[in-house]
Nanobody
């Protein structure tokens, strides 16, 4: 079973930037489209960004389009999310997992290939 470990979250002021990382423990990671999800208390997870298996195509929810960039390095089994121009409404716990681009912008529950990791907290506040 592949384990996913997210990191890179923290406290940032509005307008700031953060870069999230997700490392997968198994090579099967490279066989899947991947995505970044986020969740706030009391709401289901939201899929905000997806990327194809070799990284040729990305999709974004309207709420993050133009501010977030998803990327992957299959040689390192790593998925990344560069977040710029952060807003208070971006505050959430962020998770990575397999994803389908047709579900972009939707809220879960989601059927995913891997178990959920612990996530990484992003807090945008002045």
């Amino acid at each position: 079973q592949v384990a996913l470990v997210e990191s890179g979250g923290g406290l940032v002021q509005p307008g700031g930037s953060l870069r999230l990382s997700c490392v997968a423990s198994g090579n099967i990671f490279t066989d899947y489209q991947m995505g970044w999800y986020r969740q706030v208390p009391g709401k289901q997870r939201e899929l905000v960004a997806t990327i194809t298996t070799v990284g040729l195509s990305q999709d974004y929810a309207d709420s993050v389009k133009g501010r977030f960039t998803i990327s992957r390095d299959n040689t390192k089994r790593t998925l990344s999310l560069q977040m710029n121009s952060l807003k208070p409404e971006d505050t959430a716990v962020y998770y990575c997992n397999s994803a389908s681009s047709f579900q972009i912008g939707s809220r879960g529950p989601f059927s995913t290939a891997f178990l959920w990791g612990q996530g990484t907290q992003v807090t945008v506040s002045s």
